[in-house]
């Protein structure tokens, strides 16, 4: 075999390049069985550590194998972590009612109308939690600020009582929870037929 072949099983090989295009660099190319340093090497497939793994569910909509964020509350993907994730949830919304209330006497002064301030800071404060951690599972800032406006729509029955100046009371109170189950089933609906469609 002359240096413009490259040859794996001896003679057998084309009888050189065309003499208008020689190789830039005449090369010869061994069978990989004659490198010893490189018959034992196989891929290595990517490890992943039990506490960051993700049911498909999950990872679907985002990068797989994501790192996990407890601290924001993400979606449980572990049962070993489903408690603390709820227990984190439910937290920042608490921290975010006592919030609003702190604040419901200046509130209710400049909107004419009592007793939103705390269901208010509840709601955004879950909004902004979803928004974070979507950012951080996803990297995706369209993804996180999908969440926050998801997060935000309940607010919108609030705003009608806001504007007719109606405190949070029997009326008010229970028509926004009619409409809170009304955004249920309509985001399961759209779950479903998003699944249904994959």
């Known amino acids: 075999m002359d240096d413009f072949n490259i040859d794996y099983l001896g003679d057998s090989a084309a009888d050189g390049y065309p003499e208008n295009h020689p190789p830039a660099n005449p090369i010869r ?39 996990y964020v407890p601290a924001m509350g993400n979606t449980p993907s572990l049962e070993q972590f489903a408690y603390e994730d709820a227990l984190i949830s439910s937290a920042i919304i608490l921290l975010g009612a006592v919030a609003g209330y702190h604040f419901e006497s200046m509130v209710s002064s400049k909107i004419k109308a009592s007793g939103y301030a705390a269901i208010t800071g509840a709601i955004l404060a879950n909004s902004l939690r979803l928004g974070v951690s979507s950012y951080i599972a996803s990297g ?31 009326t008010v109170a229970y028509t926004s929870g009619i409409a809170a189950l ?13 699944n249904g469609a994959t």
């Open 29 to 67: 190319i061994a069978p990989p069985t004659s490198q010893p340093d490189k018959v034992d090497q196989r891929p290595r497939a990517v490890s992943v550590d039990p506490a960051q793994a993700q049911t498909y569910s999950v990872r679907s909509s985002v990068a797989p194998y994501v790192p």
């Open 182 to 194: 009304g955004f249920i089933a309509f985001a399961m609906h759209k779950k479903k037929q998003q």
């Open 140 to 170: 995706d800032r369209k993804i996180s600020g999908k969440a926050v406006l998801g997060g935000l729509i309940p607010l919108a029955p609030l705003a009608v009582g806001i504007a007719f100046k109606r405190p949070m009371r029997t």
